[in-house]
Structure formats: structure tokens, C-alpha cells
């Protein structure tokens, strides 16, 4: 079975630094798919990066980016530069890529940036 | 660029009674999803549709049904209300391009009373 793991349920980071959310998964499926989503205080869900389990280089999104080291079986998403509009639940996400469209969804990172 | 659009927002319902959810995928996306979101938990995968058919099924009570229509809106059903269907509900939607990126709609906050 698929699983998820954020282990920290919350974090702070002072802003203009750079912070990392942990996520790591299970599968024993080849092709599947990462994503990071963020929810803020209004709980709309917002996509970040994706990130394919074929694909070689580490995805970036402007101030994100996923550390993604397949043998490892982790994802981490780093936020570069924090800015106080980050403040936010953040969740990991996967889904396979074959087989079905049933997406699992990780605890979720509380995120606080200080001013 | 246009979203995924849910309606109602807000839904209020006394138990026992049913509600439907409607949900407008963004033009030309061929995959919907939906989820439900209790508070403080993550989102739960309740049912998927690619190309009108249903193609995947999580743990969405027998009491809940769905379908997605010609247009690709999608409908969900759901009936004899429980105080703990009381949730945040989201549809999704994506595109078969390979990235699978679902796009969240701003979902539906159904309170059981």
C-alpha cells in the first residue's frame, strides 16, 4: 500500500531564510507522481511542484523546489527566501501513474514565518 | 486563467437529510476528482472520474454517489447526512498530459447539523 510521511507537524522559519519540509513515501510502483500543495488560513489548496518519479532532475518552481532522492523515497520541498504569505499547512501528495487515478495525501507541515 | 469551479461554497443540512455537490473542471480537463477534508485532517481521496467514467474509488461511504456528465461537470450525492460528513469537500481536476497536476476548486464547506 501507498503512504505518505510528513514527520514534522509544525515549523518555523525566520523570513528571508530558507526552510525544508520533510516528505517521504512508499510505493513499490515505478511510475508515480509527487506533488506539494499549500493550504492556507482561507482553505483553498493551492499547487505548488510536481515532481515525476521518471524525471532526472529536481524540480523548481520559482522560490520552490523539491529535493527528490528516489532511493531514498523522499521528496522534500524547500522554500527559499520565506516570505510572511508562506505561512501556511503544506502537504505532500502522491499518485501512481498507472493503474488509477487514487491520490493519498501526507499529515500535512504546519509552516510559521516570523518577521 | 479560469479554475475549477465548486458550488454551493456553504451548505448547511440536518441529518438524515442529502446534499449534492457540483463541481466545473477547468475547460478541456478530462479527470475529476473529489475529496473530503475533515477539520485538521488531510484530504481524503473519495472518487475519480476520467472521460465520464468512474476510474477509481476510495473510501467514500456507500451513502455518497457520483458521476460526471457530458459537459465533464461532475455532481456528488450525497445522501442520509452524518454529523461526521461535516467537512471541507474539494474538486479537482486535471488534464492527461503525463504530469496528472489536479487543480483544487475552493471547495465546499458542508456543516451537518
Known sequence: AQKITQTQPGMFVQEKEAVTLDCTYDTSDQSYGLFWYKQPSSGEMIFLIYQGSYDEQNATEGRYSLNFQKARKSANLVISASQLGDSAMYFCAMRLLTGGFKTIFGAGTRLFVKA | ?113
Open chain 2, 1 to 113: 486563467a479560469a479554475g475549477v469551479i465548486q458550488s454551493p461554497r456553504h451548505l448547511i443540512k440536518e441529518k438524515r437529510e442529502t446534499a449534492t455537490l457540483k463541481c466545473y473542471p477547468i475547460p478541456r480537463h478530462d479527470t475529476v476528482y473529489w475529496y473530503q477534508q475533515g477539520p485538521g485532517q488531510d484530504p481524503q481521496f473519495l472518487i475519480s472520474f476520467y472521460e465520464k467514467m468512474q476510474s477509481d474509488k476510495g473510501s467514500i461511504p456507500d451513502r455518497f454517489s457520483a458521476q460526471q456528465f457530458s459537459d465533464y461537470h461532475s455532481e456528488l450525492n450525497m445522501s442520509s447526512l452524518e454529523l461526521g460528513d461535516s467537512a471541507l469537500y474539494f474538486c479537482a481536476s486535471s488534464q492527461w498530459t503525463g504530469t496528472e497536476t489536479q487543480y483544487f476548486g475552493p471547495g465546499t464547506r458542508l456543516l451537518v447539523l
